[in-house]
């Protein structure tokens, strides 16, 4: 994550270079930092619900985003106010409509937001990975105790011991007491019980006698017949439900996702991505909803913002849950602003300067470091 950052540290700094018109007029405004058109108290949208960047916590915003805006006003010397949205989809139409003058989260920069808005420089270095239930990790051999306890093998059991009980009767009556045959006791106990023996060997095609009555022979047979047909069907089950376990933990990386049940938050980059391939989706406002969701089964995996998950997997999601595969597709967040905004540069100028003066290090430290 360190190496992520100074990865970003490094393009912001590789642009801000190329760039020398831009810098040199955001350095004339660094004292006094204020800018004769920003307003003075500025309204910030902002959205609830992506930890550790935006969250409520006893109905206060906390996160690393929250924390990165208090420290650019302070490099701006302007008051704001926090506008809360659900999703980043309402916080975008905000900042679309001027109700607010800018918006920071987790936002994702894209090529089509960036021609309805204004971003700021990279923030952060993000982008979309995948997050499955943890038992479903290392190796990839089934697991044969819940094949065994499996609803349908413990019907198929169930189902055999009572079609056993038919021959087994059957050859009881028919051979109980004869010389020279089965040795099948002729009182009912223990003889049901040896007649059950015979009848469980012939189904595995084990038995070491048969029957010497007609009638005993003849159900002999038939038992034979039906021993075969159950056998082929009884293997058909287990190697379905085997091959249903190997499919449910098989999610390793984005082109394992068709066909599963992905969830995501709402106006996402990643909702977007999942539509782009129609993928099923169940998209939440809030990602510990998302996150519930897969804990409880409802989806397969989840596919959000890298940081994101990454923090809940180290958190509160450990042991439950694990990120599996590379970041598949790169972003990086920003902050956001309506097209020509006059606070983009000022903000960009104070984005700067937190990083030269290490504030942005010691805010990456804590949130994604120290915890
Ligand atoms: N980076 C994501 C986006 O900009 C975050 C989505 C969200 O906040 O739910 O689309």
Redesign the pocket.
Known sequence: MRSAMRAVAGGVLVWAISTPPVLAQANRSVNPPAVPQVPKTLNVAT?VG?PPFVFEENGELKGFSIELWQKISEELGVQYKFARNS??RDLLNAVKTDKVDVGI????ITSDREEQFDFSYPMFE?GLQIMVLAKSTGSSSPNFLSLFFSPSLLQLFGIMILIVLVPAHIIWFSERGRDGGMEISHSYFPGIFQACWWAAATLATQADSMPKAVVGRIVAVIWMFTSVVFVAYFTATVTTSLTVQQLQSNIKGPDDLPGKVVAT?KG??SAKYLSDRNIQKLEFTN?NDAYDSLLKGEADAIVF?SPVLMYYAAHQGKGRVQVVGEVFQK?N?GIVFATNSPLRKPVNNALLTLQEKGIYQQLYDKWFRDR
């Open positions: 959205r992506v999703n980043v989260a987790a936002i994702s993000s938050t996402s980059t990602i913002d972003e967040y």
